[in-house]
């Protein structure tokens, strides 16, 4: 369902204690100042899950998401974690795709494709990642480069199993640079990628499909983003370890 989303992506960052506490902030600031127009997700490191989701119980429009999965179901992959396994303590979303994954991690458009079947199968929504990079912007091959990158890890997909995706579209360019894409930029993108998306799957799902955009978005910046029609809010990364700057871009809806 096409919703208004603000995920905010830690990273490797702040230890258990610092996490719990940055929960709680969001957590009480939410409740007293966002109404329910807004759905709000963690995307927290794994060994804090747990936690965190013993202080989100009984609350209802914040929502608790992973990082990455395996892409396998279980078995002998030392230091790796099944989709399973995050689903049994209470992740309802799972990050693949983000850049720092395929560009540290290797992480391909087949290996992804097959991550969000293990996500989808296991009950988690993906939120999948795509965007290019400076060069591929600089040679105006974007739109090209984005969609195929949609195409190569979701097309696979049944309509009924692609309506349950949110996409998140973060050119790498922006990320973590303090160079935000312009309000024009983002909205450009995500109708292409919406019309994209109903050539393979039909109007009725792109319309339903929640389309993030991502990359140095600030409470400055925020509003004027999530302005765009098919602009459906914000993958967060440096700003949502501050509690007030992250429920400020919240409150840009
Ligand atoms: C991200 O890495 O998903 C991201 C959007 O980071 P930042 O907001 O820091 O640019």
């Known amino acids: 369902m096409r919703r208004n989303i603000v995920a905010g992506n830690w990273k490797m960052n702040n230890d258990l204690q ?21 759905h709000v ?3 927290v490191p794994f060994v804090h899950l747990s936690s965190v989701s013993k202080l989100l119980e009984g609350i209802d ?14 078995g002998a992959y030392t230091g790796e974690i099944s989709a399973a396994m995050l689903k049994s303590v209470n992740a309802d979303y799972v990050i693949l ?18 991550k969000v079947d293990i996500a989808l ?7 999948f990642c795509c965007g290019e990079s400076l060069e591929i912007r600089e040679a105006d091959t974007q739109f090209e480069f984005v969609c195929q990158q949609l195409t190569e890890s979701l097309f696979h997909l ?19 640079t303090g160079k935000t894409a312009t309000a024009d930029q983002a909205q450009e993108m995500h109708e292409i990628l919406r019309k994209h998306i109903a050539g393979k799957f039909g109007e009725e799902i792109a319309d339903n499909l ?12 925020a509003k004027e983003i999530f302005s765009g029609k098919d602009v459906d809010g914000g993958l967060i990364g440096g700003a949502s370890l501050k509690s007030r700057d992250f429920v400020d871009i919240i409150k840009s809806f």
């Open 18 to 38: 610092e996490g719990l506490k940055l929960t709680s902030e969001i957590l009480n600031m939410v409740q007293d100042e966002v109404n329910d127009n807004v």
């Open 41 to 43: 997700i963690l995307g």
């Open 61 to 74: 429009n914040i929502f608790l998401s992973a990082q990455n999965c395996n892409e396998h179901e279980s």
């Open 97 to 114: 795709g983000h850049s720092e994954r395929r560009e540290y991690f290797h992480e391909t458009s087949q290996l992804l494709a097959k």
């Open 121 to 127: 199968a296991n009950g988690l929504t993906p939120i």
């Open 158 to 176: 049944s309509p009924e199993e692609f309506g349950k995706i949110v996409i998140a579209y973060e050119p790498i360019w922006a990320i973590g």
């Open 210 to 221: 929640s389309i993030l955009y991502g990359g140095s978005c600030k409470p400055g910046n």
